[in-house]
């Protein structure tokens, strides 16, 4: 069975926001998930692009409100790419 994106996202989010315990899950956001400031967003954008071989535009992450919309957003990207 392969490995969803929210479960690819699970390491990134471990690492950048360094809680090898934390778990996401698509409702999580910035105002549920501890550490989760401006500067973590940041890092967190710049390594899934890294890991995900895709680029966010600017105004595309202002409007997403949990992770779930942005697993949505990176699946329509990476198939775009196909």
Partial sequence: MPV???????PIFQDVLDNPNLRIDRSSSA???PGWDSLAHINLVVAIE????IKFALGELEDLKDVGEMVDLMERKMNSKR
Avoid: A, D, I, W
């Fill in 4 to 10: 969803s994106t929210l479960e690819k996202l699970q």
């Fill in 50 to 53: 890294h890991e995900f071989k």
């Fill in 31 to 33: 105002l549920t998930v």
